[in-house]
């Protein structure tokens, strides 16, 4: 279970995808579709209307505000009426296109692509997901642990759950390494475990750059060795993973997979990594071989490991270039795509069927 499906379909079928970051541009909205060449599908981009709400980077909480569901539920909307299937990037589009689906009685085969559940519903809500979410043909989640945690949260048979590898497109160089004053660098904002970064540092005194919302930082200050940064842009963050020694992803352990953007991002660019072993890390960080894995809650092993990569040049030369083998082979568009091509086979058919 959790594989991606390998049947396939011959009958032309237009895919309406709705994503969130989708605005009607040309640049801004490629997506995987778009290096999609299957004579069985043709695809559609659904952009949302323009959201006035910000970056959700930089708001104080990461609870959807009723704005945003608005224009998830337009955007599924328009894309259930113009497809003959549909395929929703994040949950919110899912679960709205779920309902839409549902309430109008369709038969319009629906994939969810980047099915990540930050926080899962108990009680009454979790039933109710679980109902709406049944609508839903085919779920794909970017980590394995995630399958397990669908069937078991959301009642969600494990068939209609695939892992598939999150993907990068190859980023372009826009800065050397930093030798004079090096850094180590953490990024992001998801269920980080900052606090336990913190005290590593403490240990070794290294210097480090943090990129992180205000949240997700602890109510302590933090060492004098610790540089917080905020409200960099996109370009700006990868410049600076590129200067940096080093990168290392501290995750909390809890039953949601975060942080793979900035690991992948990080292996892409075949940066010396450090990540905490977590359901979301499982799948991409080999310890020794893609990057190093230190267990969760633990400042000292963290600190070894830091220290380690930090000393041992030929270390970090050795998972560099590990890191970015196994990127270019598994993480591409290319192979996400080619992933996405056999899941609209296989939901196709067997709708056909």
């Known amino acids: 279970m959790g594989g991606v499906p390998k049947r396939k379909v011959q009958t032309l079928m237009l895919w309406t995808v709705a994503a969130p970051f989708f605005t009607g541009g040309d640049e801004g909205d490629r997506w995987l579709d778009d290096l999609v060449d299957a004579p069985a599908h043709r695809f559609l981009k659904i952009p949302a209307a323009p959201s006035h709400g910000g970056d959700w980077h930089r708001r104080a909480t990461r609870a959807t505000p009723v704005g945003q569901w608005l224009r998830h539920w337009r955007q599924s909307a328009r894309a259930l009426d113009r497809g003959e299937g549909v395929v929703t990037v994040f949950p919110q589009l899912a679960l709205t296109a779920a309902i839409q689906r549902r309430i109008g009685r369709r038969d319009t085969p629906i994939v969810a692509w980047c099915f990540n559940v930050g926080r899962f519903p108990t009680g009454w809500k979790q039933r109710l997901a679980s109902f709406l979410l049944r609508s839903i043909d085919m779920f794909v989640v970017h980590s394995r642990g995630e399958v397990a945690l669908l069937r ?19 980023i372009p160089v826009l800065a050397e390494e930093q030798t004079e004053a090096p850094f180590a660098l953490a990024m992001g904002s998801a269920n980080r475990d900052y606090a336990t970064l913190y005290e590593a540092c403490r240990r070794t005194g290294l210097p480090l750059a943090l990129v992180a919302a205000r949240r997700a930082l602890p109510a302590e200050q933090p060492p ?130």
């Open 152 to 170: 078991d949260r959301l009642m969600i048979d494990e068939a209609r759950v695939c892992f598939v590898p999150l993907q990068r497109a190859a």
């Open 224 to 353: 004098p060795n610790v540089t917080l940064h905020a409200n960099l842009d996109p370009v700006a963050c990868l410049r600076l993973a590129q200067q940096a020694r080093l990168s290392i992803v501290p995750l909390a352990d809890v039953a949601a997979a975060s942080g793979q953007i900035t690991m992948v991002e990080a292996m892409r660019m075949g940066r010396p990594l450090i990540v905490t072993d977590t359901i979301g890390s499982r799948d991409y960080v080999v310890d020794d071989a893609t990057g190093l894995l230190v267990p969760p809650r633990d400042p000292a092993a963290l600190a070894a490991a830091m220290q380690r990569l930090w000393d041992d040049a030929a270390l970090r030369s050795r998972l560099s270039s590990g890191a970015r083998r196994f990127a270019e082979d598994n993480l591409s568009d290319e192979a996400a795509a080619a992933a996405l091509v056999r899941i609209l086979d296989a939901v196709a058919t067997r709708r056909q069927g």
